[in-house]
């Protein structure tokens, strides 16, 4: 980073810091995101780290023990292109095969991978990425900026169907085709020179407007780096950068990893990453209901999840630790609103104002978690502003309905696939019980996991879990922008793609949130969705594991692990 970028943007964060507009942490996380070292920003602040100055991504363990298989209980899925990835647990299997430009820890901060580091403009605009130098794949290329921009240039192509296209960064990279697709939506393609490969191991990118969560989105787990000659599925052909590749797969069994020690074409592999201890990884398939069972019996060592219902039994499991984060996870329980009855404002808002948000939260997560606000926000995120405390108004909601012209009652089905845990399931129940007090009869139609993201964002009135997404801004571009691809609610406003495409750009603070407090008033007014939760993250794992911790997102970073 030149000096004067870092007097212009990480001068004025280390302002805020001082005047106490920005706690030390949020100081943090803003530094390394304009590409500051978590060290660095570390000794800034004062805050410290445990994570030592450098490059690498996770520190060596002179304790670890080599050798040995771990055991991983979580449902066992397809691997077939990584930037069309829906599910973590995709992502979970392949991490340990294909890596990622950065990746964000334990920590829930950002820290370089495939990328040693990065290089903002003034204007937040172009953003310059230093391409790790001896990375080696596993037919014995080794990784260059070419590598990297094949597959940003993939991604940006609508035609692929990748939920990156939704990402600040890769929209920011794209341009409208003035193409419609079959259903009517904008087509986008790769906006010339936009990705611009500066030499063998410099990558630059070339924005269309201000972005400041580049290094992050390049951490989201559709973005893993495939090789150039990649051809879907990836488990026909699974040449990756990491230490281990993939053996066997049987959607719905087993998913066995094994440490690679020779490229394809004869030569001894090395890792880029440092020492790397086990020797195979094997992900056993067992549904959320079944793996603190599956670990108490010796069955695993590692699982994916516990969820709420099975926090009492993994308590009492000895030999093993629960491992707890905070995390914006939640479950939205939303509407698309293009399609009848939910067209029509008020039915939302009357189905909004029926529900007890408070009510749900002390219902299924008595001991965690937080109120949800029908915004998608989490308090959390660094940009998050708290907006007046949602009211059940239960009058209220029959005046809207008989205004709608549903005065004798309305009829409604949510569809929802337990993909998290049954608490969900508990979540569209108890909705159900509060909506039937205004006269609306909610069906509830369940089911099975993979069946359910098959047409999750198809129902037209869903419940859906959504992952961590360490900035507020993320998760709305993802999720709330115009046409993007996982927008399951259809909703459109341009003032709010205005003002999400303004914070975007924003490293200060108040700035930031100024403009996130009226994108959360839009959503929240726009009465698209109930969602009722954030909910902390529990996972577990045998004493013997070692390396491991729970990440918000629920990324399994599994190459420092070690069985002891």
Avoid at 94 to 117: C, H, I, K
Avoid at 362 to 385: K, M, R, S, T, W
Avoid at 475 to 485: C, D, E, I, K, M
Wanted: glycine letters at 8%; proline letters at 5%.
């Amino acid at each position: 980073m030149s000096a004067t970028t870092e007097h212009l943007l990480v001068g004025k964060l280390r302002e805020q810091l001082a005047s106490g507009k920005i706690e030390r942490r949020e100081f943090m996380r803003l530094a390394v995101l304009l590409g500051v070292s978590i060290a660095t920003a570390g000794s800034v602040s004062g805050a410290g780290s445990v994570w030592t100055e450098g490059t690498l991504p996770f520190a060596d363990d002179p304790n670890a023990r080599k050798g040995g298989t771990l055991r991983v209980g979580q449902a066992v899925a397809k691997m077939e292109d990584p930037a069309t990835y829906s599910w973590n647990e995709m992502a979970n299997q392949t991490r340990a095969v294909l890596e990622y430009m950065t990746v964000v820890g334990q920590d829930n901060m950002v820290r370089p991978m495939l990328v040693e580091s990065w290089e903002p403009s003034e204007d937040l605009k172009q953003w310059t990425l230093h391409v790790r130098k001896g990375v080696m794949w596993h037919n014995g290329d080794e990784l260059s900026a070419d590598h990297l921009a094949f597959n940003i240039q993939r991604w940006t192509d609508s035609a692929l169907g990748s939920s990156n296209t939704g990402l600040s960064t890769f929209g920011a990279l794209a341009e409208d085709t003035g193409v419609k697709n079959a259903k009517g939506k904008p087509t986008f393609r790769p906006r010339k020179g936009a990705v611009e490969v500066v030499d063998r191991y410099t990558l630059r990118l070339n924005l269309s407007k201000p972005v400041l969560s580049v290094a992050q989105d390049c951490a989201e787990y559709p973005t893993a780096i495939v090789h150039p000659s990649f051809k879907p599925p990836l488990s026909g052909n699974p040449i990756g950068t990491g230490p281990f590749t993939l053996a066997e797969l049987k959607v719905g069994d087993r998913c066995i990893l094994k440490r690679v020690t020779k490229t394809s074409d004869g030569r001894d592999f090395k890792y880029w990453g440092g020492d790397v201890y086990l020797d195979e990884i094997h992900f056993f398939n067992f549904e959320h209901e079944n793996q603190v069972t599956a670990l108490a019996s010796g069955s695993v060592d590692l699982i994916y999840e516990i969820s709420v219902e099975e926090l009492q039994l993994a308590r009492s499991v000895a030999d093993a630790r629960i491992l707890s984060v905070p995390s914006a996870q939640t479950l939205c329980c939303r509407m698309q609103v293009d399609k009848k009855p939910f067209d029509d404002i008020r039915v939302r808002k009357a189905i909004v104002k029926a529900a007890d948000n408070t009510a749900i939260l002390d219902l299924v997560f008595p001991d965690g978690g937080a109120v949800g606000e029908n915004h998608h926000v989490a308090p959390i995120h660094p940009e998050y502003v708290e907006l007046k405390k949602l009211t059940r108004d239960v009058d209220g909601a029959k005046e809207l309905l008989v205004e709608a012209g549903y005065g004798s009652g309305l009829d409604l089905t949510i569809t929802v696939g337990n993909t998290d845990g049954p608490w969900h399931q508990t979540i569209c129940e108890a909705l159900r019980d509060q909506l039937k007090e205004v006269g609306i009869n909610l069906a509830i139609n369940v089911l099975p996991t993979q069946k359910f993201w098959e047409i999750w964002d198809k129902a037209d009135f869903g419940a859906t879990s959504w992952a961590h997404r360490p900035l507020g801004t993320m998760v709305l571009s993802q999720a709330y922008r115009s046409g993007v691809p996982w927008n399951e609610t259809h909703f459109s406003d341009p003032e709010f793609d205005a003002v999400l495409a303004e914070a975007e750009g924003l490293a200060d603070v108040d700035k930031r949130k100024e403009k996130m407090k009226r994108l959360e008033k839009i959503l929240q007014d726009a009465a698209i969705m109930v969602q009722p939760i954030w909910r902390p993250v529990y996972t577990m794992a045998l004493n013997k594991v070692h390396g491991y911790g729970a990440q918000p997102a629920r990324a399994m970073l599994l190459t420092k692990v070690w069985i002891g």
